[in-house]
């Protein structure tokens, strides 16, 4: 009986932990709402920029639902023992992420009332559409997962469900990275390193939001994560960080050969016809160091990683992550489009312009209220699952 | 844990039948009067001319012939059809606002609202014919 | 008979006549009106046509806006644009960097022979019709903004606000994507778009509506005569519009 070794939130926190995460969701549902009926002219967004904040932070959450689940497939798939006792936590953080991403991105839609009309149109030619299977199925997935989990009898499915769940992360990651991959107009997308890139990207945002939430559960619980386990996950996230950092050079490496990407890449770069100079700002700044050399120092210090080493670590990747983000889906749509190569150009519709964005409350608030509703999910899973992995308590 | 007092009051029998009955008459207390939503008022449309189809017909299913005709229209690029969209809303307007929609009495507003099924198609879709929205154009300040 | 009975008679059958006409003017009218009406349907568009544009940048005045100021009150669109606004034609000033040259021309949606819009709509709202016009089935339309991100030429807008007072011919409402429809509500009655009439009208003749697919077609001579090309044709969508002198 694991019953006894059932590990629960203190009560009276789990309440205010509720009402907090709740209260922040139904933020966010109210800016969605607000959105619905005023339209789209109270965010920041113009027919400039299209894409804001809302997807970022989508965007973030629906590849570190992919990810996340990595820390499983490592137990179920490869065999990992260490492992294997997170993997429940794991498919509890995959569904709330996958969950609060999709809300974001459907409440951000223009008519969030059509949502049924997207469930029962496909164009097929388009990666959304494939996208609406691959996340429903991901969804239904983890879900069987859980079950061989937590289903003594099924237990020894868990190896083909990990299996099935990992091919299927695979083609949903590549799906969100082909979204822009298959965008031949803009010179920030039109690439095939896109998909890859976007894969290994999962595996660290994954990793850093699975470390970040396991060290608070583990504070509020008084449990201690094994020395050997912590110094392997630690190392595989600096793994993951160093993989997705060579492929971010090797996709910004190609542009810059290219003459014709040149001026996109000094205008990321550099900050060449950005009179703020906030995308080089974000990208260096935000992604590079903050979000890939830092944790790397860290994580792999010759002299170990203590936990809160690599709680920092983590919380750094995961700033990085939304810094590279708004630098990849803002910057890619600031930067006007070539029609005349080789001109100047001037319109009144902002033609050879660079379009600064600035997001507003709504956005804010609404990709906020999607890390809300992960949050919430998580915590009644927490509460009502036995998820946590049982390491040892504290001396 | 143990039920305290209040949480003892709450639970007894009569407390539960007194709250119950609060909570009805209050809501009985709330409800509209009879009749706040008129009766669907069908103006007739224009004299001298004939709906495509027998009002029946017309009740049971113009939804259908509408997502029908859209389609059509849309797609394949037929105009003025029998089942047009503006050819229903230049027979069917109002005489006194030039709309189909606009006040609760008009002809799509007040079936709909009597039967509470909301449509969109307004948000998009001009709710008064062509020669009335150029007047209503040329008389604005 | 009597002389005056014969002039009554006269009067009577006068009347009787007029009375006759008048009742056959009453009975037919509504017949008439019935005719008028079943006769008004359009035709299903086929993909025997292919709709076109040329547009002759040499006789494109900088600073002349008369194509898009009919764009707008034809289709109801905003005069005096806002970031938000949708703007289905603008005018694009363009000087090449290395020799100075300047040009002014017209930019809309380029109705693509291979739309990337259409490829990524998942509802398939964003379609191309038999006839090459590319449109927003906005029935379907969920506002994902996928194929504005899509366009290469910036056709498309999204509408961020309530709209009212829509022109009854061009539907458009908030959280749809739309874009430039070539007037379908014009063409397919047999007429042009409302740029090219405006501009024609006012005697610049620098854009030029026709049927690609008919080689005696005016336009499809004058591509023919003169060189032309597609905005970044490198993609190989294959506009329908052309651009001479760029």
């Known amino acids: ?395 | 844990m143990h039920c305290g007092l209040g949480c003892q009051l709450l639970r007894h029998p009569l407390m539960v039948a007194v709250t119950l009955v609060l909570l009805i008459a209050s809501g009985a207390a709330m409800a509209e009067p009879a009749g706040r939503t008129p009766k669907p008022a069908i103006e007739p449309a224009r004299a001298g001319t004939q709906c495509v189809a027998p009002p029946e017909v017309m009740r049971r299913d113009h939804p259908a012939m509408l997502k029908h005709q859209r389609d059509v229209t849309v797609h394949r690029g037929v105009r003025q059809a029998r089942d047009s969209l503006q050819g229903c809303v230049g027979c069917h307007a109002s005489a006194a606002t030039g709309s189909v929609a606009q006040a609760k009495t008009d002809f799509c507003s007040s079936c709909h609202g009597y039967a509470a099924v909301s449509i969109d198609c307004f948000e998009c879709h001009a709710s008064r014919p062509a020669q009335r929205t150029a007047q209503a154009e040329a008389t604005k300040p | 008979m009597s002389k005056g009975s014969t002039e009554a008679l006269a009067g009577r059958r006068k009347f009787l006549g007029l009375a006759a006409a008048g009742m056959g003017g009453v009975l037919l009218a509504p017949g008439i009106h019935l005719i008028e009406v079943a006769q008004a349907a359009t035709p299903e568009v086929t993909s025997k046509v292919r709709w076109g544009l040329l547009i002759d940048t040499t006789k494109c005045a900088s600073g002349c806006t008369d194509c898009v100021s009919a764009c707008n009150s034809e289709n109801g669109l905003d005069p005096k644009p806002s970031p938000t606004s949708a703007q289905w034609i603008r005018k694009v000033e363009i000087k090449e960097i290395k020799t100075g040259r300047q040009a002014s021309l017209p930019v809309m949606c380029q109705h693509c022979a291979q739309p990337p819009c259409v490829d990524v709509c998942p509802t398939g709202a964003s379609f191309k019709r038999a006839d090459g016009i590319v449109l927003v089935d906005r029935h379907s339309c969920i506002g994902c903004r996928y194929c504005v991100m899509a366009c290469p030429y910036k056709a498309r807008s999204f509408v961020h606000e309530p709209l009212t007072d829509q022109k009854p011919d061009v539907p458009r409402g908030k959280g749809c994507v739309e874009g430039c429809t070539l007037c379908v509500h014009r063409v397919d009655r047999g007429g042009t778009p409302a740029c090219v009439e405006a501009c024609t009208k006012a005697g610049h003749e620098a854009m030029l509506f026709g049927d690609l697919n008919d080689p005696d077609s005016a336009i499809s001579k004058r591509v023919r005569e003169v060189a032309s090309r597609q905005l970044r044709a490198d993609l190989k969508l294959d506009p329908g519009v052309r651009y001479l002198g760029l």
């Open chain 1, 1 to 395: 009986m694991r019953s006894e070794h059932f590990q629960h939130i203190e009560p009276r926190a789990f309440w205010a932990l509720l009402a907090f995460g709740g209260a922040v969701t139904l933020a966010g549902l109210g800016a969605a709402h607000t959105m619905e009926v005023h339209g789209h002219a109270i965010t920041g967004m113009t027919n400039q920029v299209v894409w804001g904040l809302p997807h970022v932070f989508a965007i973030f959450m629906i590849v570190a639902a992919s990810g996340v689940l990595n820390v499983a497939s490592i137990g179920s798939v490869f065999g990992q023992s260490a492992y294997k006792p997170r993997a429940p936590l794991s498919g509890l953080l995959s569904l709330a992420l996958l969950a609060g991403g999709l809300m974001v991105l459907m409440l951000d839609l223009g008519r969030p009332d059509r949502v049924i009309v997207a469930a029962t149109h496909y164009n097929f030619t388009s990666v959304f559409a494939w996208n609406v299977f691959l996340y429903s199925g991901m969804a239904a997935i983890v879900g069987v997962y859980l079950w061989t989990m937590f289903e003594r009898r099924m237990n020894r499915y868990s190896k083909a469900a990990g299996i099935a769940a990992l091919v299927w992360r695979f083609a949903l990651t590549t799906g969100t990275g082909s979204i822009f991959a298959f965008l031949v107009a803009r010179q920030a997308y039109q690439s095939a390193v896109l998909a890859p890139l976007f894969i290994v990207l999962s595996f660290a945002w994954g990793l850093a939001v699975f470390l970040i939430v396991q060290s608070a559960m583990y504070a509020w619980n008084g449990q201690v994560l094994p020395e050997a386990v912590r110094a392997r996950m630690a190392r595989l996230l600096g793994v993951f960080v160093a993989a997705a950092l060579y492929l971010v050079a090797v996709y910004h490496l190609t542009n810059l050969y290219f003459a014709r990407q040149g001026d996109f890449e000094a205008f990321i770069l550099l900050g060449r016809g950005d009179p703020v100079g906030v995308f080089p700002a974000l990208f260096w700044g935000g992604y590079v160091l903050l979000g890939a050399l830092l944790p790397m120092a860290l994580l792999f210090h010759p002299r170990g990683v203590g936990p809160n080493a690599m709680l920092m670590a983590s919380v750094m990747v995961v700033a990085g992550a939304f810094a590279l983000l708004f630098v990849f889906i803002v910057g890619g749509q600031s930067f006007p489009l070539e029609i005349f190569p080789g001109h100047e150009v001037t319109s009144s519709f902002a033609d050879g312009q660079v379009e600064l964005y600035v997001p507003r409350w709504p956005e804010w608030l609404l990709g906020i209220g999607g890390l809300g509703a992960a949050f919430v999910l998580t915590l009644i899973g927490v509460r009502a699952l036995d998820v946590l992995p049982h390491d040892e308590l504290k001396p």
